[in-house]
């Protein structure tokens, strides 16, 4: 929808003001765009096969212009890019940000392993794509800090009250089980 593909949507999305708002980018630039978003904490999305997102608080604050502290970067686009809306600038400025704090490499190999298997597996299960479980930032991040509680767990980036329900007794049994 926002890459303006509106084969098979309903009329509803369609007719919104965002359908289209990133014609100039992939399908794939926009999806990474998003997952880095969703690792920052700025959206939120649904577990359901729609992935319907959502401004958190803290995207709200970077949308009004009261955080300027947030970075996306864009994913390398072999193609010259059309100019974008101000939301676009958002994301990309949060993604930077986010890339610059990589967590994988202070993590432990077998338990980054260990969580992605149990994500795919979770994936399969509710017939979703692996990183609408969680986003490969979000596994790492939670290989570093391996978290003991759940209360732990939903101060890592990217676990908000629906991950941390759906999915966070879960992440604690299987770090608990990858300690031991």
């Given at each position: 929808?926002?890459?303006?593909?509106?084969?098979?949507?309903?009329?509803?999305?369609?007719?919104?003001?965002?359908?289209g708002?990133l014609?100039g980018?992939?399908?794939?630039?926009?999806?990474?765009?998003?997952?880095?978003?969703?690792?920052?904490?700025?959206l939120?999305?649904?577990?359901?096969?729609?992935?319907?997102?959502?401004?958190?608080?803290?995207?709200?604050?970077?949308?009004?212009?009261?955080?300027?502290?947030?970075?996306?970067?864009?994913?390398?686009?072999?193609?010259?890019?059309?100019?974008?809306?101000?939301?676009?600038?958002?994301?990309?400025?949060?993604?930077?940000?986010?890339?610059?704090?990589?967590?994988?490499?202070?993590?432990d190999?077998?338990?980054?392993?260990?969580?992605?298997?149990?994500?795919?597996?979770?994936?399969?299960?509710?017939?979703v794509?692996?990183?609408?479980?969680l986003?490969?930032?979000t596994?790492?991040?939670?290989?570093?800090?391996?978290?003991?509680?759940?209360?732990?767990?939903?101060?890592?980036p990217?676990?908000?009250?629906?991950?941390?329900?759906?999915?966070?007794?879960?992440?604690?049994?299987?770090?608990?089980?990858?300690?031991?």
């Amino acid at each position: 929808m926002l890459t303006g593909r509106i084969e098979g949507l309903p009329d509803s999305l369609t007719a919104l003001s965002t359908t289209g708002i990133l014609a100039g980018e992939s399908e794939k630039a926009v999806g990474d765009w998003i997952d880095a978003a969703i690792g920052a904490n700025l959206l939120a999305a649904t577990d359901d096969a729609y992935r319907t997102l959502s401004l958190t608080h803290a995207g709200r604050e970077v949308m009004a212009g009261r955080d300027a502290q947030v970075a996306l970067t864009p994913p390398a686009s072999p193609a010259p890019r059309a100019p974008r809306r101000r939301a676009s600038k958002v994301l990309a400025a949060a993604a930077r940000d986010a890339a610059a704090t990589e967590p994988a490499a202070h993590a432990d190999p077998a338990r980054i392993e260990a969580l992605r298997e149990w994500r795919r597996a979770e994936a399969a299960r509710r017939a979703v794509p692996a990183f609408v479980i969680l986003h490969d930032r979000t596994l790492a991040a939670v290989a570093v800090a391996r978290p003991a509680t759940l209360s732990a767990l939903a101060a890592i980036p990217g676990i908000g009250p629906a991950k941390l329900e759906a999915y966070g007794q879960a992440i604690l049994e299987l770090l608990h089980g990858a300690a031991s």
